[in-house]
């Protein structure tokens, strides 16, 4: 059990730097300032969030990121850190069902919150696949027990950590993919996509990544999904004001260059009009391909990452479509994935081949199904998330952006949103260019780097490299990886690291 502050045994007049206002950013500064640090948080853009940023446009309120809000005690420990509880700032709504599913057969597929449920849906496609996905569920809770439970929080800095855990990672088959590992207990083949999207969810390709990511699927029967009315945005402005009553300064609007290292000692953080920032402690929640290739003085040292830049695999790109529509789609479910025809060679387009195809498959957000105040009365606020190749493509997004962007007005209108194009307005979209110009993300990749096996736990970027003594890293590209619950979990893991290296 940790100790904070007020506990004296931290207490430390130190201060610290964190630099990036992600959610792993925010976490890590509420971590380190409960630990005693004098701790500012510093952030290129105008608001706090990252990812997690909110647009308006007339009328119409959009989170331009994560929804899906699993694992719901990783926030509640964040304002416990900060003197309160969650349930006295933000509403968390259990939803049912978690996700809808539209196949291009026009069949439909409800993921539902209690088993029983789910179990009437597979029903409708194989009677068979009701035991299986019973196995299935029994097999992600095995690997949870283990992936999640055991090894989220922990530093994997270590070579001896990671041939520690190397036989349970082959016990429960870490060296099969998603794909394979739902495929060994599910027949239907719609069944079979459906319950394999869960790595796209943290930037990966169902079919290269390691199945230890199928623990998702108990992760989400344990917690269940959750919505946080107001969106996302609103969880993120709750805990910046609470940041701020804890004395967290919060300065935005400051894109940090470069660190000043001086005997493997982050000295300063140099702003990019000049202005020199001094610490104790340095917390990154840059990109870490970002921090090592624009930010840090050297390169990341071979044993913080351990393959080569040249064999990196990055996560596949965003295309994101925002809009209104001028009345409610009351059949549209929160959350809606609407799946093409295409599903390996699709991916494989994307992720391998680089190629933007004329067909997609999707992801739709409908905030307005559990929270009407996202629109004007009467209307409808929509996301739809398209994967894309990242900016290893070459792909004139000017050109495209415009056109995909029919396409899915289009594709849904012929589907589960008729006269969509009639009645949508207010259209606006994000691209992979957008990512690598906004949050720095190198590649314009969604999700940072890939979750293959070859790059996760040992394998991913390090809470800390040993080249800099006092720098820390944490978000979607260090162990664990990201999505919320990955990047909330990599701050408890810097702070397991600071306090044993004693750097207060
Ligand atoms: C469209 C979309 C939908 C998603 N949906 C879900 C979901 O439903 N559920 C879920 O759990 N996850 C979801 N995710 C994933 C999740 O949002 C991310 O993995 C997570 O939010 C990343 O957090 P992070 O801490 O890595 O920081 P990031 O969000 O990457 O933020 C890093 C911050 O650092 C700032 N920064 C970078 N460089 C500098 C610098 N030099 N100086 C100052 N500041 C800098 C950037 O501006 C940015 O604000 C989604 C992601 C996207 C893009």
Redesign the pocket.
Do not use: C, K, W
């Given at each position: 059990m940790l100790q904070y502050s007020k506990s004296n045994k931290y207490k430390s007049k130190r201060n610290a730097i964190v630099?990036?206002?992600?959610?792993?950013?925010?976490?890590a500064a509420i971590r380190v300032n409960a630990l005693g640090y004098k701790t500012t948080l510093?952030?290129?853009?105008s608001a706090?969030?990252?990812?997690?940023?909110v647009f308006k446009k007339n009328g119409y309120i959009h989170d331009?990121?994560?929804?899906?809000?699993?694992a719901p005690f990783l926030f509640d420990e964040l304002f416990t850190l900060l003197g309160t509880t969650r349930e006295e700032h933000v509403d968390f709504r259990a939803l049912d069902p978690w996700y809808s599913y539209y196949f291009h057969t026009g069949e439909t597929f409800d993921y539902r919150a209690e088993v029983p449920d789910t179990l009437e849906e597979i029903r409708k496609f194989n009677f068979d696949d009701t035991k299986n996905y019973l196995r299935l569920l029994a097999a992600s809770e095995k690997i949870f027990d283990v992936g999640f439970t055991e090894l989220s929080s922990k530093p994997f800095n270590n070579l001896s950590t990671m041939i520690l855990q190397t036989p349970n990672i082959l016990r429960l088959g870490g060296y099969r993919t998603v794909s394979q590992f739902v495929n060994s207990y599910l027949k239907h083949p719609l069944l079979r996509k459906a319950f394999s999207i869960h790595p796209l969810?943290?930037?990966g390709n169902p079919f290269s990544t390691t199945s230890i990511y199928s623990l998702i699927h108990f992760l989400e029967r344990k917690w269940g999904v959750h919505f946080c009315m107001g969106g996302?945005g609103n969880l993120i402005r709750s805990l910046y004001e609470l940041m701020c009553q804890n004395q967290i300064d919060v300065v935005l609007e400051?894109?940090?260059?470069r660190l000043e290292v001086s005997d493997k000692i982050v000295k300063y953080?140099i702003?990019?009009t000049g202005t020199k920032y001094e610490a104790d402690l340095f917390i990154?929640?840059?990109?870490p391909p970002?921090?090592f290739d624009?930010?840090l003085p050297y390169k990341r040292s071979p044993f913080n990452k351990i393959l080569p830049d040249s064999l990196t695999t990055y996560s596949m790109g965003?295309f994101?479509l925002f809009f209104g529509t001028k009345k409610r789609y009351e059949n549209i479910a929160h959350?809606t994935i609407w799946m093409g025809k295409r599903f390996k060679s699709l991916l494989t387009d994307i992720f391998k081949n680089k190629t933007l195809s004329d067909d997609f498959s999707l992801?739709l957000?409908r905030p307005t199904a559990t929270d009407t105040s996202f629109a004007p009365k009467g209307n409808d606020s929509f996301?739809v998330?398209c994967p894309v190749p990242n900016l290893l493509a070459s792909i004139n997004w000017k050109v495209e952006g415009p056109k995909l962007s029919q396409r899915i007005i289009e594709a849904l209108d012929k589907t589960i949103m008729p006269d969509l194009s009639k009645h949508y307005v207010d259209d606006f979209f994000?691209t992979p260019e957008d990512?690598r110009s906004?949050?720095?993300?190198t590649h314009g990749a969604?999700?940072?780097i890939a979750p293959s096996l070859t790059q996760s736990a040992w394998f991913r970027y390090h809470n800390h490299d040993s080249s800099y003594k006092n720098l820390f890293l944490?978000?979607?590209?260090?162990h664990p990886?990201?999505?919320?619950?990955?990047?909330l979990c990599?701050a408890k893991v810097i702070e397991e690291l600071i306090i044993n290296k004693n750097i207060h």
């Open positions: 630099i990036g206002g992600g959610i792993g950013g925010i976490a510093i952030e290129r853009l706090l969030g990252g990812r997690a940023q331009a990121g994560p929804t899906v809000l699993t969810l943290v930037g996302t400051t894109d940090i260059a953080a702003s990019s990154s929640n840059i990109d970002t921090l624009e930010v965003l994101v959350h992801y957000h996301y998330l994000m990512f906004d949050y720095r993300s969604g999700f940072s944490v978000g979607a590209g260090t990886g990201a999505g919320m619950p990955g990047v990599s």
